[in-house]
Nanobody, 116 residues
Framework: QVQLVESGGGLVQPGGSLRLSCTAS????????MAWYRQAPGKQRELVAN???????NYADSVKGRFTISRDNTKKTAYLQMDSLKPEDTAVYYC??????????WGQGTQVTVSS
């Protein structure tokens, strides 16, 4: 049984930082592509960043230069370091594991609120 457990969300002031973590179990972590998505109220879920098992990372234009995705295969954990946060970053953030060719797994989501 695959599980993705997220942590690290919360309330932060504009300009602040948060680090999200996603720990996986039940899959061969080094072989899966990991990603972070987010969904703001009234909006569709959107890709924030992804990191393949091997290869380059990718970022949404809105977070380039502010967010950093990384992974530690020994800990089966993916991270999203979020700096210079803006109110428009407020959303529920979801961890995604994509096991090729077509299996997708999701975490439960963690709320990030950027507000003064």
């Amino acid at each position: 049984q695959v599980q993705l457990v997220e942590s690290g969300g919360g309330l932060v002031q504009p300009g602040g930082s948060l680090r999200l973590s996603c720990t996986a179990s039940g899959l061969v972590f080094r072989l899966v592509d990991m990603a972070w998505y987010r969904q703001a109220p009234g909006k569709q879920r959107e890709l924030v960043a992804n990191i393949p098992g091997h290869g380059n990372t990718n970022y949404a234009d809105s977070v380039k230069g502010r967010f950093t995705i990384s992974r530690d295969n020994t800990k089966k954990t993916a991270y999203l370091q979020m700096d210079s946060l803006k109110p428009e970053d407020t959303a529920v953030y979801y961890c995604n594991a994509h096991a090729r060719p077509s299996d997708d797994y999701w975490g439960q989501g963690t709320q990030v609120t950027v507000s003064s």
